[in-house]
């Protein structure tokens, strides 16, 4: 079975520094590999994928994730943080293989401080 | 606009009592699925559909049904609501590849007294 494991429940971090939300994932081949943000009562937004090619993906607001294969992880980073970065941080994965569900970690509150 | 809609937004009902949360997309994408939405679970996926009058189950599909008669439509029904499925719902939908990103709604908050 896939999973996703985001190793903190809350990151602080002061504006205009750098900041990283980890992930590390678990699938039967290669991944497909999402992160998603949530804002307080909102939906989810879609930030970046990774699919193939350079392992540095790009997406939006500035964010940018990557993907490293030997140590299964895809780690979220930004160089500087914005107080409106706030926000709940979903990492998610689904297998490339037939069909395969797209499972989420249990998420990441990101805390930028002024 | 591109979007996802759910139906209600807010919803608070007593156990028992049957009710349907609505999805629409207007992207006429294949595939469509409801997750639910936990303090410290995150995300976990109630059913999904691959696509018209083909549904399966998700991760927690029990005291839950779907139906998929149109593309653009994917109805959540609870049967006979209890506590336990007081949550914040959400659908989602994308395109038949699994490279596909998956855009979500703005969520449904239930609670069942």
């Known amino acids: 079975a896939q999973s996703v494991a985001q190793p903190e429940d809350q990151v602080n971090v002061a504006e205009g520094n750098p900041l990283t939300v980890k992930c590390t994932y678990s699938?039967?081949?290669?991944?497909?590999l999402f992160w998603y943000v949530q804002y307080p009562n909102r939906g989810l937004q879609f930030l970046l994928k990774?699919?193939?090619?350079?392992?540095l993906v790009k997406g939006s607001y500035g964010f940018e994730a990557e993907f490293n294969k030997s140590q299964t992880s895809f780690h979220l980073k930004k160089p500087s943080a914005l107080v409106s970065d706030s926000a709940l941080y979903f990492c998610a994965v689904r297998a490339r293989r037939g069909y395969s569900t797209l499972t989420f970690g249990k998420g990441t509150m990101l805390l930028v401080s002024p | 606009e591109a979007q996802v809609t759910q139906n209600p937004r807010y919803l608070i009902t007593v156990t028992g009592k049957k009710l349907t949360v609505t999805c629409s997309q207007n992207m006429n994408h294949e595939y469509m699925s409801w997750y639910r939405q936990d303090p410290g679970l995150g995300l976990r996926q109630i059913y999904y559909?691959?696509?018209?009058?083909?549904?399966d189950k998700g991760d927690v599909p029990e005291g839950y049904k779907v139906s998929r008669k149109e593309k653009r439509n994917f109805p959540l029904i609870l049967e006979s609501p209890s506590p336990n499925q007081t949550s914040l719902y959400f659908c989602?939908?994308?395109?038949?590849?699994?490279?596909?990103?998956?855009?979500f709604g703005p969520g449904t908050r239930l609670t069942v007294l």
């Open positions: 990774y699919i193939t090619g350079d392992n």
């Open positions: 989602a939908s994308r395109q038949g590849s699994e490279a596909d990103t998956q855009y």
């Open positions: 699938v039967s081949g290669n991944p497909y």
């Open positions: 559909s691959m696509n018209v009058e083909v549904t």
